[in-house]
């Protein structure tokens, strides 16, 4: 039997889910607020250290973390204030960003590029303590559940790999720039394995990112740190101000779903033609993209993502 099997039972491996105000009985971890309050709180920093290790895959090895501020100010009034999901320091002081992001984004590597910069600016002291530039290692991880790459031009073998790493390497020899500034990019949604073809913690970690939020009960039930997961992240046991919130979350994209398919009735109905209903799923379409332009900062990339329309149609309808 593969260990990594261990507590699931064999008749069922992501089942459907109950009932419940939430949706299922544990959290989406790869919602921004889920991933937070699983990841980023000293309650639970055995969580992210446990993680964090098996991103590093034995390179290092990551016995604590001391959470940091994730908000950085512009270094003049004109330039860009930015808020990080999660930022620690470890124990030999390497600095670690991570990012969750669901939903696709304009130039994601451009705005990882920046982030990465940000986090260097802000580790060197100033006065005689900084005149050696003593940078520690800093490393950047973005968990995505869209294809980061798209419209990117990237190397195909990237392809199929679902964890991509990237430093300072010679442009001709690849010899790395003493230092280590990486940046990490983990792509939930390239991860397909079954239960039965997990190979590795990782493994685990990445099945349990896009899976978690299905199960009906916990699996890998001989692991700690696993079933502290599903300890931490039961929809029930959390704080009623925290079921709140992540209740909100997901009721709003509801909200403005529900929004639109009453708009493009209620226009089809109006119209009353005798292609009614095909004119009415076009201004529903339509509908749902002026609500989302209108009632949210979602970018046209975002937007065309969640309605199935070309990028270029959404832009029209901004304009």
Not at 43 to 72: A, H, P, Q, Y
Not at 74 to 93: E, K, L, M, W
Not at 172 to 192: A, D, R, S, W
Request: some cysteine.
């Amino acid at each position: 039997m593969n260990t990594f099997m261990e507590g699931l039972p064999r008749s069922r491996q992501v089942t459907e889910r109950p009932p419940a105000s939430y949706g299922g009985r544990y959290l989406d971890i790869r919602r921004d607020h889920a991933f937070k309050h699983t990841f980023g709180r000293e309650e639970t920093k055995e969580l992210l250290i446990d993680l964090l290790n098996c991103l590093m895959e034995g390179r290092k090895t990551i016995r604590d973390v001391r959470f940091s501020s994730v908000e950085r100010q512009g270094g003049h009034p004109g330039s860009r204030t930015v808020r990080f999901d999660i930022q620690c320091t470890a124990d030999n002081g390497e600095q670690f960003l991570l990012e969750m992001q669901f939903e696709p984004l304009d130039n994601l590597s451009g705005r990882v590029r920046f982030y990465s910069s940000r986090m260097g600016s802000d580790q060197v002291p100033s006065g005689k303590k900084g005149d050696g530039f003593p940078m520690p290692e800093i490393y950047v991880i973005v968990f995505t559940v869209f294809d980061p790459w798209k419209g990117e031009a990237h190397q195909a073998r990237l392809s199929q790999d679902y964890i991509n790493s990237f430093d300072f390497r010679h442009i001709k020899t690849c010899e790395p720039l003493p230092g280590t500034t990486e940046i990490m990019m983990v792509e939930l949604g390239k991860f397909k394995k079954s239960i039965e073809e997990l190979t590795s913690r990782m493994d685990q970690w990445m099945f349990l990112f896009n899976h978690l939020h299905q199960l009906a009960e916990p699996i890998f039930t001989g692991d700690p740190i696993f079933q502290r997961l599903f300890q931490v992240t039961e929809f029930n046991k959390q704080k009623l101000e925290d079921q709140m919130i992540f209740i909100d979350r997901e009721r709003d994209m509801r909200n403005i779903k529900n929004r639109w398919r009453r708009e493009a009735r209620e226009e089809g109905l109006k119209e009353g033609r005798k292609e009614g209903r095909k004119e009415a799923e076009s201004e529903k379409d339509l509908s749902f993209v002026r609500t989302l332009i209108s009632d949210t900062d979602f970018n046209d990339q975002k937007i065309a993502a969640l309605t199935g329309l070309e990028e270029e149609t959404v832009k029209k309808i901004r304009n």
